[in-house]
């Protein structure tokens, strides 16, 4: 058999898997919460997912990335985006998101909440 790092469905899932932040492990070191990919009816690779609090700072690192900036240093409009994307992928549901998210983007909490309020008005239109 292909050494799994060499093996297509991994080069497949790669990308996916870093975006989630989550960990590939061997089939044989999965957990019960991993999530073991098969080729052809053989175990090849299993993907570890992240918590959930790891994945939404993931995501903040991400959207720094993408912003080529600390998200602190976007302006407003900016920063209203970064909340609506994040309350899109479920960034609040996450214990303490809005502390976190407030942090990230340099705003108090209050903000946060103006942010989400205002966009939530606007959808109620």
Excluded: C
């Excluded at 720094?64 to 900036?69: K, T």
């Excluded at 600390?70 to 994040?86: G, H, I, M, Y």
């Excluded at 960034?91 to 809005?98: D, E, L, M, N, T």
């Amino acid at each position: 058999m292909t050494e799994p790092a060499d093996h297509p469905l991994v080069a497949a899932v790669k990308p996916l898997v870093d975006a989630l932040g989550a960990e590939l492990v061997g089939p044989e070191g999965a957990g019960i919460d991993d999530v073991v990919l098969a080729w052809e009816g053989e175990d090849v690779i299993a993907v570890r997912l992240p918590q959930l609090s790891d994945s939404l700072d993931h995501i903040l690192a991400a959207m720094e990335r993408r912003h080529g900036m600390p998200l602190a240093e976007l302006d407003r409009k900016a920063k209203q985006s970064v909340v609506r994307t994040l309350e899109a992928r479920g960034a609040f549901s996450v214990r303490h998101g809005v502390e976190t998210v407030a942090g990230a983007l340099g705003v108090s909490r209050f903000t946060v909440y103006n942010y989400l309020n205002r966009e939530n008005a606007a959808k109620g239109d």
